[in-house]
């Protein structure tokens, strides 16, 4: 490395001292904390973000979110070329750089990881990339920060393109390395271009049935109110009301926002009886996440749940569906046979029915542990992968070798058999591939598919939840000493340590019909995190209870147990 390289990095450092006491780590999707504790760790994932873009040769992405943390907290992430979630084998490198504890440390470090890694640092080259950042109110600081981190390494280029949700900025770097448009409107373009198209493709038995094409929006006083108020008037055929857009003065995420919704089950602020009987839908604070609720009708505060389980059976039940007419029997052209691997990809927080559900629709399910990086990962191997968590983050991923296939028979049946209803299942497939994300989840592409697929069905949002019946189930979070104690295995179902902790939850979930629980260490706040799912509600909230009391027992200020 050059001298004047040297010292600009040491220069560029020294102006943002680390946090005193704090380890950070990028966890599960980035580093998060208070935002006043930031700085620091947002120049220095901009200094490794422009050496991901020297070492991929390609652009790479860099986000200021903390997505459903409160307003107070932020974070940051990096975008890979693929437009997905930095690569794991770079994390523990992330993990040292943020806690370097001196500008000297700080380049010995980035000094022996290019030559680890044969970076190349000859000038040449040089690093782009792309940022983002959500509606918290610290982000613009922190983006300078970023930038700053950034422009310490010689040449690298960086595109501040302000506000924008986390899976458009994941679009972006993606088209941008796929050499398409990746600007804004692009992407509004491209995802309400190919709404229109299923929308067209509904066969007319269901056009005539009126089913209601009004979703109300809860927007989470974040960056997903805002661009659905832009993304709503450009779509025909489905009207959408958005609350909660964030410029009502309600706080992000504040008794608001998809991961409210879904831990606690209650209406989000603005909502109420008089919704009852209406499809509503609910974003987290960054738009990469989304479930569907309804009023309750015995009692305007409580809701009936659509997560990402229902989401995620809906999509496949559709997929299956459309993949049966393309290769229907009788059809004598071998080629026409779709050969299409089409799998799922849950974790541990799934709801036992809905994995019951998807294997008797004869989809194999994989189990990953939480968080996006892994479900994508899985989702990838297959033809087309769905994945989606319980709190509604996921996708369909549809592999290139077999999309191209599907832009072959399209082509075909163009020549042989245009308007057939072969060739309509073709284009329905064909204008998913472009209307879901194929980056990362995302809450406008996967609200824009639901909405398409209930009109293509004719469905109203209670048809839909009768797919299958939810297990009840309760979601707790313990504060204790130390979560990294708790570690785990088996896609986090097995807490192998603390010695004990597991077989004690063992025994308290051996005395509820249907019972199953497991606890982890949130990789977003600085909790444990319990599920238990039981035959009755009771029964789960009862579980979760006494768990999450044995959790404090072990690890809790108070514990005996250490
Ligand atoms: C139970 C739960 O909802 N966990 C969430 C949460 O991760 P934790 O590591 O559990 O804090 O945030 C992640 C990022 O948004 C998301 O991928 C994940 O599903
Ligand atoms: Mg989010």
């Given at each position: 490395m050059k001298e004047e390289q040297r010292l600009l990095l040491l220069q560029s450092s020294s102006l943002f001292a680390p946090p005193e006491g704090v380890k950070l780590s990028y966890g599960t999707a980035g580093f998060r904390a208070d935002a006043s504790i930031l700085k620091s760790t947002v120049h220095r994932v901009g200094i490794l973000t422009a050496l991901r873009s020297l070492k991929t040769r390609s652009v790479v992405g860099l986000m200021i979110t903390a997505s459903?943390?409160?307003?107070t907290d932020n974070g940051v992430k990096i975008v890979d070329p693929s437009g997905g979630m930095l690569s794991q084998e770079w994390e523990p490198f992330a993990d040292q750089l943020a806690n370097a504890e001196t500008p000297e440390a700080l380049l010995s470090l980035i000094t022996e990881f290019i030559e680890k890694e044969k970076i190349p640092f000859d000038g040449v080259q040089t690093a782009e990339i792309l940022l983002g950042r959500d509606t918290?109110?610290?982000?613009e600081s922190l983006l300078e920060a970023a930038k700053q981190g950034i422009s310490s390494i010689f040449g690298a280029m960086a595109h501040d393109l302000g506000i924008l949700t986390t899976p458009q900025l994941h679009w972006m770097v993606r088209a941008r390395n796929k050499s398409m448009a990746a600007t804004e409107p692009a992407y509004f373009e491209q995802i309400s271009s190919s709404f229109r198209c299923l929308v067209e493709l509904i066969p007319n038995e269901t056009k005539s049935n009126k089913m209601d094409n009004r979703v109300v929006v809860d927007g989470a006083d974040g960056v997903g109110g805002e661009k659905l108020e832009v993304l709503k008037n450009m779509l025909t055929g489905l009207v959408i009301e958005v609350r909660n857009t964030g410029k009502g003065g309600g706080l992000l995420n504040d008794g608001v926002g998809a991961d409210y919704v879904q831990k606690e089950k209650v209406v989000p602020r603005g909502f109420g009886s008089n919704d009852i009987g209406i499809r509503c839908a609910s974003l987290d604070g960054d738009a990469d996440r989304i479930v569907y609720f309804t009023v309750s009708d015995n009692s305007s505060s409580r809701i009936d749940l659509v997560d990402g389980d229902k989401m995620l059976s809906l999509f496949a039940l559709f997929i299956k569906e459309q993949l049966s007419i393309l290769t229907k029997e009788g059809n004598e052209n071998p080629n026409n046979n779709s050969q299409a691997r089409l799998g799922v990809v849950q974790t541990a927080y799934a709801n036992g029915a809905s994995t019951d559900y998807l294997k008797q629709l004869g989809l194999e399910v994989i189990f990953t542990p939480t968080g996006v990086k892994h479900l994508h990962e899985k989702a990838a191997q297959f033809d087309i992968g769905i994945y989606f968590e319980a709190n509604g983050h996921g996708t369909i991923l549809f592999s290139e070798f077999w999309l191209s296939w599907l832009e072959a028979r399209n082509n075909e049946f163009s020549l042989v058999s245009e308007g057939s209803e072969q060739q309509k299942a073709a284009l329905r497939l064909l204008s998913v591939s472009k209307l879901i994300n194929q980056a990362v989840g995302d809450a406008l592409s996967s609200l824009l598919l639901v909405e398409a697929i209930l009109q293509h069905k004719g469905w109203s949002i209670h048809k839909w939840n009768k797919l299958y019946q939810d297990l009840p189930s309760r979601q707790l979070k313990v504060k204790v000493v130390d979560r990294t104690a708790v570690t785990t295995t088996n896609a986090e179902t097995i807490a192998v340590s603390p010695p004990g902790i597991q077989e004690a939850i063992d025994a308290e979930t051996a005395k509820y019909s249907k019972g199953r629980c497991f606890i982890r260490p949130s990789g977003t706040e600085d909790v444990i995190r319990v599920y238990a799912e039981a035959s009755t509600q009771e029964s789960a909230n009862s579980l979760a209870g006494s768990v999450a009391k044995i959790v404090d027992r072990f690890l809790g200020f108070g514990s005996s147990e250490q």
């Open positions: 459903h943390n409160k307003v918290r109110p610290s982000g």
